[in-house]
């Protein structure tokens, strides 16, 4: 044996038992942030549990959540991994510039053929409304040349639009993105698009020009979702909105509550670990807007998050806007439809989502009409 | 518990480790079987009980049979018996059932953990107390403990009784002992969870679709089960040495072999050797007519891949192989090829025995192997973006199958002992952080969807 004198066994055992202390010593947490979900609590024994060894997986769980520092281990792993060369950790790439790219959604056939006819089922349904399909893509669909790929989004939605009439999709927000794509029109740390690029997307779909704005910086330290997802904290961004200089008045209440609010904007989250939920507060089931335009349209807008960003610009288009996020909300929107004489229908959606999630479809089949 | 566990690695060795050397010499042996029940009770106790039962029920057994004059071949019989039907009921009887009868629902019995192992381990000191190779124990303590000593109970090393009982009285601290278990523990722990898991992680997103695609699976297959398993095995034998124990090596460079049959002398061994000294020899050995040797060799693959798992991939896993060696032993024993060609050879043929070892699907290992040969499509993007992302793992996991790293680190070390002891334990402990970070992002799961 050639370690006589070394020391290494000394100071693996010294490193294993600071780090053992520190965990027993450090209070335990019932939330983390980073990952947005709740941290395991210490399991209780009993008789079953420990015969079958439930118990100790609840414990090594419970040890794994607890651990000392988690989102500081995680963020070694990925530098050192950014640093041996990998371009990508997990379903996240490094673009350039620190740009943080998620993987496209690829839908496989058995959910494109379920999409497909759920949405020929609702045209025929309500084929006396306005219906338009907005589908963002995401960051991947702009700049997917940084990551050394096809681009898959772009096929992805081109293959999707063919099975239906040209109407249908109003605009192309690929063209009317990349148009814009040496602008901040994506978050580098988070999945979501900015303000700016909703904006151009309300301009060209309602042809809105020379409408002038107020720029408002909200929050110059964001780190969204991807950032924490790989636990790589370079670059912060900023959240900036646009206000325009000639706003409808309206107000709102959320999921049918009496309150009413005066601001679709939140301000207590704007130093929030999450200031994207300065929108709205974060997402609710249903939000309805009233407002004084002159135009009498009432929108029913079927949408996820990348949609909170685009109402404001979109106030004055309507007399009200009912907003429903088909994730939190699961009542039958035939009688929402009927009973708010609903003129127009939009489905605001961003391609990772629009591809993944299935409420949409429980939705549209939940309709009995 | 697994060693590359957080609730080991940050709870149970400290603790377990510092108690050991302040408690006096006389009950540290007793001390390493209450841990040692602790550790496995830990999987589950239900699991405990089993092997306390087949403990007990051989160590009297074969007490019994060694002081039988006559009638001994019946007694070792009679424990052969329950103890080979003890492991195929847990083993083999479920997923037989489950075969022949698809429409009943049977309630599933769970292979307790570690039992191919530790039913090998008895078996030796069965047979061997049988043939007098080694005296039966007469102290129950020594003998559970053999059983139950945690650093090789779930996978192996299979350590054979005299060559415990010689240390079980005799292992007193021993400093570089106990600085070598450390650094073994700590390149054992890093092979597992920054390579072996990271080459599991790429297999798992990628299915083969060209001809390259194939290799890189073959490849990975090689890196990852060796990776995981001499990793896991460097963890046991460091382990050991930390409580004092020396066992014989599990794996000796396999990858560099020149021949299947070395492969198999080289990897895994205590296994090899079990199977050569328990069925391989008896049955006739070398010393017979070529179609004799023939059948030896198949029956012993056979149950090797049998041993290894119990859907029927691991019995064409065991008789590809079998019939490989049959063919060197036969056949080309007596031509000689380059060094060279004959390691690329065998680590390809390796690889490719890999995939049955790994698919119990046959539509997989149709695929794999078709596109082993698919000359129509040779590349795609995915594996490009595979191998470009990872080129750093793959060019470091094929380095350290070979010595390469350990004769710089000798070579050094004979030059300036001191610094290369301060370099070596920075460098160990630099990879003991990193291999924390490993652990810690495997259980990082952000859970981001609300954020949509």
């Not at chain 2, 847990?90 to 292979?111: C, G, R, T, V």
């Not at chain 2, 149709?366 to 795609?380: A, P, R, S």
Request: aromatic share 18%; proline share 2%; net charge neutral.
């Amino acid at each position: 044996m050639e370690e006589k004198t070394s020391f290494i066994g000394w100071l693996t055992l010294l490193y294993l038992l600071v780090i053992f202390f520190i965990n027993v010593f450090s209070p335990s947490l019932s939330f983390s942030n980073e990952e947005n979900r709740t941290l395991a609590s210490k399991p209780k024994i009993n008789f079953n549990n420990a015969m079958d060894g439930n118990y100790f997986t609840s414990y090594n769980k419970y040890l794994e959540d607890q651990f000392w520092n988690r989102n500081m281990w995680k963020s070694l792993k990925t530098n050192f991994e950014k640093e041996i060369g990998l371009k990508k950790i997990d379903n996240i790439y490094f673009g350039e510039n620190n740009r943080l790219i998620e993987e496209a959604v690829v839908p496989n056939a058995y959910f494109l053929e379920r999409r497909v006819g759920n949405i020929n089922k609702f045209i025929d349904n309500y084929n006396e409304l306005n219906i338009d399909f907005i589908l963002i893509p995401n960051k991947i669909g702009i700049y997917y040349n940084e990551v050394g790929a096809n681009n898959i989004q772009k096929d992805i939605y081109h293959d999707f639009v063919a099975h239906f009439a040209d109407d249908l999709f109003p605009i192309n927000c690929f063209d009317i993105l990349n148009n814009h794509k040496n602008e901040n029109i994506f978050y580098n740390t988070d999945h979501h698009y900015t303000s700016l690029a909703a904006r151009y997307i309300s301009e060209s779909l309602y042809d809105k020009k020379d409408v002038e704005y107020d720029k408002y910086i909200v929050n110059n330290n964001f780190i969204g979702t991807s950032a924490n997802k790989i636990a790589y904290y370079n670059k912060a961004d900023s959240i900036e909105l646009y206000i325009p200089k000639e706003e409808v008045s309206y107000y709102l209440t959320y999921n049918d509550e009496e309150k009413e609010y005066t601001s679709i904007y939140d301000d207590s989250k704007q130093y929030s670990y999450n200031p994207y939920e300065i929108f709205f507060g974060g997402n609710k089931s249903i939000i309805d807007i009233r407002t004084n335009s002159e135009n009498e349209n009432k929108l029913l807008l079927i949408k996820d998050s990348y949609a909170n960003s685009f109402i404001p610009y979109i106030l004055s288009n309507y007399r009200e806007i009912i907003i429903i996020d088909p994730r939190y909300y699961y009542d039958d929107i035939n009688n929402l439809i009927a009973d708010k004489q609903i003129t127009d229908i939009m489905f605001f959606y961003n391609m990772n989502t629009f591809f993944e999630d299935t409420s949409l479809d429980d939705m549209i089949e939940n309709i009995k009409a | 518990m697994a060693f590359n566990s957080i609730v080991f690695c940050f709870l149970f060795l400290p603790i377990v480790t510092i108690i050991y050397f302040l408690i006096p010499k006389k009950i540290k042996n007793i001390y390493l079987l209450i841990v040692s029940i602790l550790f496995y009770s830990y999987s589950s106790i239900f699991n405990t009980c089993i092997l306390l039962l087949i403990t007990i029920y051989n160590f009297f057994a074969v007490r019994k049979m060694d002081k039988l004059v006559t009638n001994r071949k019946y007694k070792l019989i009679e424990i052969l018996i329950i103890n080979i039907f003890t492991l195929c009921y847990f083993k083999y009887y479920y997923i037989i059932l489950n075969n022949l009868f698809n429409d009943i629902a049977f309630k599933e019995i769970i292979l307790p953990i570690g039992m191919s192992f530790y039913i090998f381990t008895i078996l030796s000191y069965v047979i061997d107390v049988y043939r007098r190779k080694t005296n039966s124990e007469s102290n129950f303590i020594s003998f559970s403990l053999y059983i139950f000593f945690f650093p090789k109970l779930i996978m192996g090393p299979i350590v054979r009784y005299h060559d415990f009982k010689e240390q079980l009285d005799n292992h007193d601290f021993n400093n570089s002992l106990f600085n070598y278990g450390f650094k073994r523990f700590i390149i054992g722990l890093s092979m597992k969870v920054i390579l072996a898991d990271t080459f599991s992680r790429i297999l798992s997103s990628y299915e083969s679709s060209s001809m390259l695609g194939s290799i890189i699976i073959i490849i990975l297959y090689s890196l990852q089960i060796y990776y995981d398993f001499a990793g896991y095995t460097n963890m046991a034998l460091g382990l050991s040495n930390i409580f004092g124990f020396k066992f014989k090596e599990n794996f000796n460079y396999p990858c560099l072999s020149k021949s299947v049959s070395e492969f198999f002398r080289r990897w895994h061994i205590s296994l090899g050797e079990w199977f050569r000294d328990y069925i391989y020899i008896p049955l006739g050995g070398n010393r017979t007519s070529k179609l004799r040797l023939a059948i030896n060799l198949s029956i012993v693959w056979i149950i090797t891949g049998m041993w290894h798992g119990a859907s029927f991939n691991f019995i064409i896993w065991g008789a590809f192989l079998g019939s490989i060696i049959i063919i060197e032993k036969l056949l080309l024993s007596k031509i000689k090829f380059p060094k060279i060609i004959c390691m690329l050879f065998t680590f390809a043929i390796i690889s490719i025995s890999w995939v049955f070892f790994f698919n119990s699907n046959l539509n997989n290992i149709t695929l794999i192997l078709k596109n082993l040969l698919n000359t129509n499509h040779l590349v795609d993007n995915q594996i490009i973006f595979i191998i470009k992302n990872n080129i750093t793992y793959l060019i470091v996991g094929l380095i350290c199958i070979t010595p390469i790293i350990k004769n710089i680190g000798k070579f050094f070390q004979k030059k300036t002992n001191f610094l290369y002891n301060c370099f070596n334990s920075a460098y160990l402990i630099a990879l003991m952080c990193l291999s924390t970070s490993y652990m810690i992002s495997y259980s990082y799961q952000a859970f981001l969807y609300f954020n949509f």
